[in-house]
């Protein structure tokens, strides 16, 4: 059975022949800036146009599922689509890039760096800065009624691990962009 590494470098592998640019984001991102945690899916923000669809299902036969009509039809929505990896199983989540003023300067920063949460061997891409991983995860923690212990130990191994690095002023202004202010005050408290 092949592993989820392989199934996201064959991913990678055609975002990068496509040039579609991309960020890593969820608990792979939160994994990469704090403490590792195996999780069954990748979230991914792809600027994937819906000119481009049919070419990158296309190349993604036959190695995933990747239904084009679904496709086209989640990013008419403005909503994420679902890739699975037929000989791992894993699951990769394709959001598109939200057009507001903080997601435009979130995918700016993106920065490339080594994944080691998907296999033995780290696999270089570009992921969500640590600061960019805690506004999303605070807002991931509000939606989900600020009750996920599993979204609330990222933060806080982000934190243990990143902290010393983190833009604080950065964080405040977006928090309160993203109306987390409050609960990005109560991680820093703890």
């Not at 592993?3 to 996201?8: C, D, H, L, Q, R």
């Not at 086209?72 to 689509?81: H, M, N, W």
């Not at 679902?82 to 057009?99: C, E, G, M, W």
């Not at 923690?141 to 599993?150: I, K, L």
Request: hydrophobic residues 40%.
């Amino acid at each position: 059975m092949a592993t989820p590494a392989e199934g996201f470098e064959r991913l990678l592998a055609i975002l990068d022949q496509m040039e579609i640019p991309y960020y890593v984001g969820g608990s792979v991102a939160s994994s990469a800036h704090g403490i590792p945690r195996t999780t069954m899916d990748l979230d991914l923000v792809a600027d994937l146009s819906s000119e481009q669809i049919d070419e990158f299902s296309s190349l993604l036969q036959p190695d995933f599922y990747a239904d084009a009509t679904m496709m086209r039809e989640a990013l008419a929505r403005g909503r994420s689509f679902n890739l699975i990896h037929y000989t791992s199983a894993y699951k990769f989540d394709v959001f598109p890039p939200r057009r507001d003023e903080y997601s435009r300067c979130e995918f700016a920063r993106r920065k490339f760096t080594a994944v080691r949460s998907l296999g033995p061997n780290p696999i270089e891409c570009a992921v969500a800065t640590a600061e960019d991983t805690i506004l999303r995860k605070l807002e991931w923690y509000r939606a989900g009624g600020e009750t996920s212990e599993r979204q609330w130990n990222d933060l806080r191994g982000v934190l243990k691990v990143s902290g010393a690095q983190l833009d604080r002023s950065y964080l405040h202004e977006w928090a309160r962009y993203l109306k987390v202010d409050d609960l990005l005050d109560r991680l820093l408290a703890e």
